[in-house]
C-alpha cells in the first residue's frame, strides 16, 4: 500500500510503501531496489518503507548504492519511545514537511553520514601512503616511541623499514582461518523430557530463567552466559562468523561491526558491549537475533531448544 506526502496538494515531498517484510527477515535487497526505483520515478526527495515496526527512510536522489541511500533505520519496538518520537517528528512533522525544514533536516544528516563514510573509506589509503611515503613526522614518533619503552633508539632505516613491512604484511592475501577446536561445555542434567516453555521475553539456560527486556537484551545476556562458561568462546564464534559474511555480528570495536555503514556505530543504541574488547550489533531483526544465538548456542556446546530456550518477543 501506498501513500504520498504533498504539499502544495499535488507536489508529492515523501512517499511512503507499506509492505509486510518476509518472515521477519527484513526486507530483501531485491525489493529495496525496487522500492527506490518506484520513488525515483515519483520525484520525491524523501522515501519511507516500513512495516509498521520499522521504518527505513531513504533520499532516493543521492548518490551510491541503494544501502548507502538510506538515512536512517527506526525499530519502534526496539528503541526507546523518546527517540522514536525525535526521529518521526524530525522527519514527518507536517509543519516541517510544509515548511521544507524537514528534508532539510533529512538531507543535512544523510550529509553527515555520507561524510563519515567517505573519511572511514579513506582513512586505510591516507595511512598507507603515509608509511610508503616514509613521512617524517611519523618516523620520527616511532623511533621517539621505542625509545620510550626500551631506552634505545632506532635508525630512521630501521623504522621505514618496518613501516614498509608492516605495509607489505597488510597487502598479503589473507590465509585461511584455521577452526579453532569447539569447546566442551558440561550440560547440567535435566529432570524433564519436555522443553520448558516461556511466556514471557527472556530465555532458560539448563533450567535456570533469566528474564530480559527486549530481544536485543535476550542476545546479549545468551552470549554473555556462554563466555562466562568459556571464556575461549568468542573467539570460536568469531573464526566461525567470519566465513560468508559482509556484516559480522561481534567485534572488537563499533567500527569493524558496520564494514560498509560505518556511521551506524555513531549511534551507540546500534551495538552493546559484551565483555571488555568485544562488542555486538544488536541492530537486527527478530529472525536475525534468533539465527545467531542458535549459531552460537552451537558452538557453545548448548543444545537450542532444550539446553536453551528463548523468547525474543513479537
Known sequence: MDYTLCNPPKKPIVFIEVRRSASNRGYSNEVEHQFLERAVRRGVPMAILTDGQEWHFYLPAEQGDDDERQLYKLEILEREPEESIERLKRYLDYGAICSGTAIEAARQDYYNVAKERQIQKTLPEAWRKLIEEKDDLLVDLLAEKVESLCGYKPTQKAVSDFLVRRVQLGNASPQPAKMLPKPVVSRAPTTSTSPPTLTSIGFILYGQVYPARSGRDVMVKVLQQFIERDPSFLECFLTRLKKGRSRPYI?????????????????????????????????????DKEKMIREAAEIAGVRFGSDLVINLGN
Open 251 to 287: 567485534a572488537h570495536s563499533p567500527k569493524e561491526l558496520y564494514p560498509k555503514s560505518p556511521h551506524l556505530a555513531d549511534t551507540p543504541h546500534n551495538y552493546r558491549r559484551l565483555c571488555p574488547g568485544w562488542f555486538i550489533d544488536v541492530n537486527r531483526n527478530t529472525g
